[in-house]
Each structure stands twice: as structure tokens, then as C-alpha cells.
């Protein structure tokens, strides 16, 4: 359950095969979605104050989480917002390279969240390219991230990925919604990554979802689910 504490909203969004991959066994990057997905990722990312992404996206992927869409961009800047969402990635070692593009776009606030097992020379560095926020403890702690987040007058967040960083927020409960697009596609791997990782809910734990809307357009389905707080 979610605790009465103050928290962002959260809302987890990702693209998937029909058989619950978000990517190959690889870690390839492509476009798993249509032109209308990645309208609706930017609609979500413009609706943001930030998207929260793990060290395993970055050190796979690394680029920055920008509003992608001229309009959209230009609509949030009229209301007086930063033309990008925070950019926020986890790292409890900091074991992920500073020369991944995300670091280096001009146009984007970031922080990075560690913890003490963060070697000292590592802070340094990351110093350089985002705020860096030390977390009590050696493990990171969801809840944690969001109490910090909130102090900054963060109010809506977005996780996009990975699987393992899906689940330890669904895991603290403090997931609100979930934004799925299934494309027709078949991956399959044992080891490639899914929308929720990490090591997984027994049945008597399971989070209860609730479906909020459906909606096919071509060969794709895009679900809205809420979660079911007890």
C-alpha cells in the first residue's frame, strides 16, 4: 500500500511485444512502437515534471528523456515550464558512464540518486554533469527518491524503465498507474528484459490492476490500468 505521506503521482509507461518484451535479449535499440506511441510517450513526458530512468537504461541506451515534439514542447514552455522534464536516473554504485548523451544535453535538469556504497571518486566526477543525491543506507530506497523529489515541488512523475526499476517501485507501492502499448510483435529470450523484472511478486502479492480505458489503433493496443489500493 501506498503510505499517507506526501508523494508524486506515478505512473509507469512502456511499449512491449505481445509476449511482454521491451527489448531483445541484446538490449538493442529500435522503436518497438508506432509514430502514434511515441506521441503518446511525449504527451506523458510533457504532462511530467520528471521521468525516472535506472542505471541499466542508461548504460544501454544513455540518451536523454526529451519532449521530442516541437508542439508539444512549445505548449509547455507557454505554461511556463522547462521545455524538458527532469531528467532523474537511480545508480546505487554510480557503475554507469558520465559520457552518455544524457549527461551531456544542455537543455535538461538532472539528478542522479546513490547511495553510500557510491565510491568518493564517482560523486566527483558525477558532480561535474547533475545533482547528485546520497540516500541513506546502501540500497535505494523508491519511497526515498519520491519524498526527495517532492520537496523540489515535483508533483507528477514518469518511470521508463528498466524492468528492474518497474518493480522495485511497484514493490514499495507507491506505483499509481500504468501506461501500456502491446505492439505486434513476438521477441521472446528468457533473458530479455520485461516490463516488470527484478524478482517478482508470489501470488498472494500480487498488485490488482484495474483497467481504465482500451484502445486499438492499427495493429496496436494501448491500455491504461490503475492500481487497486486496499
Known sequence: ???????????????????????????????????????????????????????????????????????LREKRVARGRSPHPINVVLSRKLDMPTT??????????????????????????FRRFADVVVLGGRSLSPRAVLHDLYCRRVRNVLLEGGGELHFAFAKAGVVDELYITVTPRLIGGASAPTVLDGKGFLAAHHPRLRIISSRRVGDEMFLKYRIVRD
Open 1 to 71: 500500500m501506498r503510505y499517507s505521506e506526501a508523494l508524486p503521482h506515478v505512473i509507469v509507461n512502456m511499449a512491449m511485444s505481445v509476449d511482454g518484451k521491451i527489448t531483445t535479449y541484446r538490449r538493442e535499440r529500435f522503436a518497438l512502437g508506432s509514430d502514434y506511441d511515441r506521441r503518446l510517450m511525449d504527451l506523458l513526458r510533457t504532462r511530467a515534471d520528471a521521468v525516472i530512468i535506472g542505471a541499466g537504461t542508461v548504460r544501454h541506451d544513455g540518451h536523454p528523456v526529451l519532449i521530442r515534439y516541437h508542439d
Open 100 to 125: 552518455k548523451p544524457i549527461f551531456e544535453h544542455p537543455d535538461t535538469e538532472k539528478i542522479v540518486f546513490t547511495t553510500r556504497a557510491a565510491p568518493a571518486a564517482r560523486l566527483t566526477r
